[in-house]
């Protein structure tokens, strides 16, 4: 890429827009940055997350996540363009797979809790939640790939799975658990 940015401070967006990759200019308001901040929003959350103990795969699996949702990023900032790829996707639904099958099934809700690093897995299933109704209200105004939209849905599911694979690792070598939520309707029925 080379040299791209030479200049941070433009100014140009002072006036309330913001500039597409396709050199067209819309308001900061409209569906399409907002969908672009969202997406940005949670991979620096990602970067967050890696700052944490946790184990080697599931860190390279993030930083992976961390390029794939920069390509997704740039997909939404240039109006028809293609960046992110089907395996993007399989790789989301293998490392779903692979990490839910290490984890005990789930007898009640969970949550949002434990260890610090599960706890900010936990936040990025929430704000790639967020980033993925941005572009389904994108969707509503123009036309958007159904594979940044996919990607975000699976990528919700599998911080959930990493949150509970984060609560479990220890870096003591000891197993954690989950967080789990005591309902009273819960707790009535099994008396």
Same mark, same amino acid.
């Given at each position: 890429?080379?040299?791209?940015?030479?200049?941070?401070?433009?100014?140009?967006?002072?006036?309330?827009?913001?500039?597409?990759?396709?050199?067209?200019?819309?308001?900061?308001?409209?569906?399409?940055?907002?969908?672009?901040?969202?997406?940005? %929003? #949670?991979?620096?959350?990602?970067?967050? $997350? &890696?700052?944490? +103990?946790?184990? @080697?795969?599931?860190?390279?699996? !993030?930083?992976?996540?961390?390029?794939?949702?920069?390509?997704?990023?740039? %997909? #939404?900032?240039?109006?028809?363009?293609? $960046? &992110?790829?089907? +395996?993007?996707? @399989?790789?989301?639904?293998?490392? !779903?797979?692979?990490?839910?099958?290490?984890?005990?099934?789930?007898?009640?809700?969970?949550?949002?809790?434990?260890?610090?690093?599960?706890?900010?897995?936990?936040?990025?299933?929430?704000?790639?939640?967020?980033?993925?109704?941005?572009?389904?209200?994108?969707?509503?105004?123009?036309?958007?790939?159904?594979?940044?939209?996919?990607?975000?849905?699976?990528?919700?599911?599998?911080?959930?799975?990493?949150?509970?694979?984060?609560?479990?690792?220890?870096?003591?070598?000891?197993?954690?658990?989950?967080?789990?939520?005591?309902?009273?309707?819960?707790?009535?029925?099994?008396?």
């Amino acid at each position: 890429m080379g040299k791209r940015l030479t200049q941070i401070a433009t100014r140009t967006g002072d006036d309330g827009t913001t500039g597409l990759g396709d050199n067209t200019r819309v308001s900061k308001a409209s569906a399409r940055p907002m969908a672009m901040g969202d997406v940005d %929003e #949670l991979n620096s959350h990602i970067g967050l $997350l &890696l700052c944490e +103990d946790m184990p @080697a795969d599931v860190r390279e699996l !993030l930083i992976d996540i961390q390029h794939q949702l920069f390509n997704l990023g740039g %997909e #939404l900032s240039i109006p028809g363009f293609e $960046l &992110l790829k089907d +395996d993007a996707l @399989a790789q989301l639904d293998a490392a !779903l797979e692979r990490h839910n099958a290490t984890l005990p099934r789930l007898q009640e809700f969970i949550l949002p809790a434990g260890t610090r690093a599960a706890s900010q897995a936990h936040i990025c299933r929430t704000v790639a939640r967020r980033a993925e109704r941005s572009v389904v209200a994108l969707e509503q105004h123009e036309a958007v790939r159904a594979a940044p939209r996919r990607y975000l849905n699976r990528l919700s599911d599998l911080m959930f799975v990493l949150a509970r694979v984060l609560n479990r690792h220890r870096a003591d070598g000891s197993v954690g658990d989950d967080v789990y939520w005591k309902s009273e309707r819960l707790v009535n029925a099994k008396e």
